[in-house]
């Protein structure tokens, strides 16, 4: 649990930080962050194409496949938003 505490006060600080300093350093942390988002639906989306191919195969029952994916486009809908 602390160390899950110590990554989001991590996660903060650096979030600040890197809104404080000059106009250059602020920009560049905002397309960091934009390439993070993309990778991060780039990904999701990946894994929702094998959930799919998973399902087709019959190596994934539909319930459980269902539930997968439904959860992928709702952090695909976060990390889009």
Do not use: C
């Not at 990946?46 to 019959?58: D, I, K, S, V, Y």
């Amino acid at each position: 649990m602390d160390a899950a505490a110590a990554r989001v006060i991590d996660s903060y600080r650096a979030r600040i930080e890197s809104r404080t300093g000059d106009d250059g350093e602020v920009e560049l942390a905002r397309l960091g962050e934009a390439f993070e988002r993309e990778l991060r639906v780039a990904g999701l989306m990946a894994e929702r194409t094998e959930l799919f191919r998973e399902l087709r195969n019959g190596n994934l029952g539909s319930a459980t496949a269902h539930k997968l994916i439904r959860e992928i486009d709702l952090l695909k809908a976060r990390h889009s938003g």
